[in-house]
Nanobody, 115 residues
């Protein structure tokens, strides 16, 4: 089992910013894609952003222009910079990686945006 370490969630006011990070164990190599999904209460989990090893990114329409995803391959870490946060962004955010033909998930970090 691959343990992913997430950090950076919290409470922020509308218009504020947060930066999430997620690190995979240093013992694994050649991670394919890395990304973030979120799940709000009563809603299905949705993809927020993903990034390939080569740096190609994919962002949900709802966060384009506000969120940026990046990764540090040397440190097996993926980041989600979230700016101009809105109450609709309130959710548990889950990191995921695609490695060795399997997908692994973090435990989730809460992001709450107050109006």
């Amino acid at each position: 089992q691959v343990q992913l370490a997430e950090s950076g969630g919290g409470l922020v006011q509308t218009g504020g910013s947060l930066r999430l990070s997620c690190t995979a164990p240093g013992s694994i190599t050649a991670i394919n894609s890395m990304g973030w999904s979120r799940q709000a209460p009563g809603k299905q989990r949705e993809l927020v952003a993903s990034i390939t090893t080569g740096g190609t990114t994919n962002l949900a329409d709802s966060v384009k222009g506000r969120f940026t995803i990046s990764r540090d391959n040397a440190k097996n870490t993926v980041f989600l910079q979230m700016n101009n946060l809105k109450p609709d962004d309130t959710a548990v955010y889950y990191c995921n990686i695609r490695w060795a033909w399997s997908t692994y998930w973090g435990q989730g970090t809460q992001v709450t945006v107050s109006s």
